[in-house]
DNA sequence: GAGCGCTAGGAAAACGTTTTCCCAAGCCAA
DNA sequence: TTGGCTTGGGAAAACGTTTTCCTAGCGCTC
């Protein structure tokens, strides 16, 4: 009778227990003014069910889902991913899940995705996308839930998070010159990506602060090809060292230099970028990088959208800390 | 009054269309009998308030909620991305949201996300993981909604998706047989994994199709550098193709090939296993190999997924099939 | 002109919770 | 003994939908 097929609900709790529906939530919530002997006595019966409340009842009137979007233009790449790592474990802390939702830059998605994801009644949003520039940030403008845009550019009002790209490339150039480099070369990606020019910035600033003189500067695709490409180029007269825009780059540069006969780290120092890991283990040498700490910008943005859902009003730009990862080839 | 900054319900419309909800409700879902003229206000008004129906509201008593758990044990890694993106493409055209939840083969963060996603009443559940070796599945048995298990070992009785990983070694090996190579050998990472071990019954079953001997075969880490080493040790009696475990593998036996002063694929032709864009196309040569199709492999779980939550009973372990790409190795 | 069958649309129950309000019983003090 | 206060717990409304059932009115037919 009472055994059958049926989840069970608060109301099968109830009926076993000699108590009404509401006695079982006071209990299940630690509310209400009850009795120690019939808090026991919901509780056992509620392990003895196997009673899981029904969220989903429960948002119906306290208005929020516990869930919140993800919304990625980067087809889930190899940047979203540790992220959505972050993003998640410090949300799953709070309870609150995380729907995926893969735009690809492509508006007509972008939108059914809201749609649906809205009428789920998700408590917040987050944007990624891939970094080339600028979002145009369709319509998220004026919805009723906090959004944040991580790893892309949000409104002025909103609130974003963004790696510290500038301080990255200069804490990269700076462990340069602390051993003892001087002709420092930059050799990176196409500019029409922010973070390109914000490491070319660092780059420049730690230089200047150094009192020395920026070596080539060379744009190119974020691939290895280019980086041998750039690198042969480089050879008639080579710098004593290069930070490159990525560790791709960087792995094309070590490539180059190694069938030129010259040594890596002892010729030319060689910083990359994301710290990759097949990147930078399979480099030869070990590649020295510039870690972005994306899944700690995740947990970040997971924090900050938690407390805004708690009505916690935040906005603005906020760029995090980059970390050096020293290795064999510096 | 009516305009405040509540998001509108239902009554909102129904008072402003001047008739009852039920009228709405029937209106909006097509059911019903309602004259055209009384379905055309209600859509009007329904469009000039903003109105979207609250699916939480609905789930309570369809008992659906439109959306399905997925758990990974990958931290999102490589392998998880395309499955999750053909995955999350398929179950979005059904109105399906997809949780995710990475658990990091750490039973008790698993236990915990099982239960959130159960309390948010999920539809369905997908697990991945890693591919090292059968799945325990904690208590994923028994469960009162259907479960897909993808690119991960499932129970007996579950439904199992994984890529074909034999018959694209034979895709491999037989290619490089048409090629008239001979001498295959196969490099490839730890046979604890259970794809090494399909990966080398391909390869044998190929051979001996074509009546030859198999070559060499040696085990080891899934890296450039045990790529490296390999085909070091292979040197002194190189073989004329070389089938690998993982494309990470291949590019170590190219760049090993190349500095012995062995042309790729003049003499000795290259096949890798997982077709990973960075890989493959910065290896020298560009490498072929075999895709596994995954974001396919998504595709299908999320189709056979919406289905059984629709009702359909299937088990059964399925493998799908591996494609092989062309390119300058071979 | 009375009865019948349709049709359009309303009323209300149901889904599974939380929460507010209220009442009964018990206790103590006067 | 009575009155008031406290405490434990129940009843019911509310959340926003869907769906079932019912009724009022209309046009037919005989």
Redesign the pocket.
Known sequence: MSDDR?????????RAA?????????A??G?????????DRVMTTIRALN????L???S????LSGSVGLISNDSFGRFTMPIMEGLERVLSEDGIGVFMANATDDPDRERAHLDQLLAKQIDGLVVTSRRADRRPSIEIQGLPIPVIYVFSQGGEDALTFLPDDEGGARLATEHLIAQGRRRIAHITGPDNFEAVRLREIGWRAALSAAGLQPQALLHGPWSEAWGREAMARLLQDPPDAIFCGNDQIARGVADTLREAGLRCPEDVALVGFDNWDVMVSACRPALTSVDMNLTALGAEAGRQLSAMIKGARITGTHRLPCTLIHREST
Chains 1, 2 share one sequence.
């Open positions: 049926r989840t069970p609900t608060i109301h099968d709790v109830a000699g108590v009404s529906i509401g006695t079982v939530s006071k299940l919530n509310t209400g003014s009850l009795s120690q002997a019939t808090r009673f899981r409340p029904n989903l009842a429960k119906l009137h306290t208005g």
